[in-house]
């Protein structure tokens, strides 16, 4: 038994020996010298995504200025007016609402005002059940109160732009440099103007159907093209406005 202690204590050093370094390799491991990798998975780099067109409902509205001392329609507001109606009958989605203002020194001349702007309403073709009418009070009473039409329509919008949530300038980290991205607000200038000229904002979603085709000019064309002839319009003074013969 004597004999047999050195070897045990021999044993428990080595096992302590290959603890110590199986723990400093553990330690070791859990030291970082490289820098988080950065994600920019969140922004999308096409400017369509990032600023999308979306087709959504909202309100087409017009103000009627009336005095305290003359109630009716200019012939300019007449103009307005009436080009309000025709768009609601080819666009709205709801009724008209016409806000009326009460109890301010414009009240009187502003319910005047309000007959005529119905009478324009009915030459147009608005039925009286598409109008409602609701009074309101300004919340200034400094203010000129004005009679507000509106209706509900389907437009198109993108934004809003002018979101900067980086700095654009040319430093080292600055994640647009180091990812070599577009900056966010590149492209959203393009996309709400494109919104806001689009005639109708279900051609951005969906095509429109063909129309009936023209057979009188197609009837043309297919006989000057049988006959060998050029199928093009000729348009006779259309060299007059020319300046120069060069490419004749």
């Not at 990798?37 to 922004?43: A, V």
Request: proline share 8%; glycine share 8%.
């Amino acid at each position: 038994m004597k004999r047999l202690m050195p070897i045990k204590l021999k044993l428990s050093r080595w096992s302590a020996g290959v603890a110590l370094i199986g723990l400093a390799s553990g330690l070791g491991a859990c030291v970082h010298t490289q820098e988080p990798e950065l994600t920019t998975s969140s922004i999308p780099t096409d400017y369509r995504l990032r600023h999308p067109i979306v087709v959504q409902e909202a309100d087409r509205r017009i103000e009627i200025f009336v005095g305290s001392r003359r109630g009716g329609l200019t012939a300019t507001q007449r103009t307005d007016v009436s080009a309000f109606a025709q768009g609601w009958l080819q666009e709205g989605t709801g009724g008209i609402v016409v806000d009326l203002p009460t109890a301010t020194p414009n009240a009187y001349a502003a319910a005047q005002t309000l007959r005529e702007i119905q009478s324009v309403f009915a030459a147009v073709g608005v039925p009286p059940h598409g109008i409602k009418i609701v009074e309101y009070r300004p919340a200034d009473p400094r203010a000129l109160a004005t009679i507000r039409l509106n209706y509900p329509k389907i437009t198109a919008d993108a934004g809003p732009c002018g979101v900067w949530p980086e700095d654009l300038g040319p430093t080292f980290k600055n994640p647009i440099y180091q990812t070599n991205r577009p900056y966010y607000n590149l492209g959203c200038a393009y996309q709400r103007n494109m919104a806001a000229m689009v005639a109708n904002p279900s051609d951005l979603i969906q095509p429109r159907p063909e129309t009936p085709t023209f057979a009188t000019r197609r009837t043309t064309v297919l006989d000057k093209y049988g006959k060998g002839q050029s199928t093009a319009t000729e348009i006779p003074d259309g060299d007059k406005g020319k300046l120069s013969d060069v490419g004749k």
